[in-house]
C-alpha cells in the first residue's frame, strides 16, 4: 500500500479504550505513545486490537488509523 502522506508513523496498538460513542486508541511508535480518538464504529470496523501493526497519519489536527489487512 502506497500513502502520499508525508507525515506517518508505524507502529502498534497498545491499548484499546472502546466507548459507546468513541475510541482512545494508544499506539507505541517508539519514542512516545500516539493517541488518537476516533469513533467507535470506526474502531469497530478496523477491527482493532492490541499488538495489531497501524500506520498512524498526522495533519495539522486530526490523526488518522489504517490497519494493511493482507496477511
Not at 40 to 67: N, R
Amino acid at each position: 500500500m502506497r500513502i502520499s502522506d508525508p507525515n506517518k508513523l508505524t507502529g502498534r496498538i497498545r491499548k484499546v479504550a472502546l466507548g459507546s460513542e468513541s475510541a482512545e486508541i494508544i499506539v507505541d511508535i517508539g519514542d512516545q505513545p500516539v493517541t488518537a480518538t476516533i469513533t467507535a464504529g470506526a474502531a469497530e470496523a478496523l477491527d482493532l486490537h492490541e499488538g495489531d501493526k497501524v500506520f498512524t497519519l498526522f495533519k495539522s489536527t486530526d490523526v488518522t488509523l489504517i490497519k494493511n489487512t493482507n496477511h
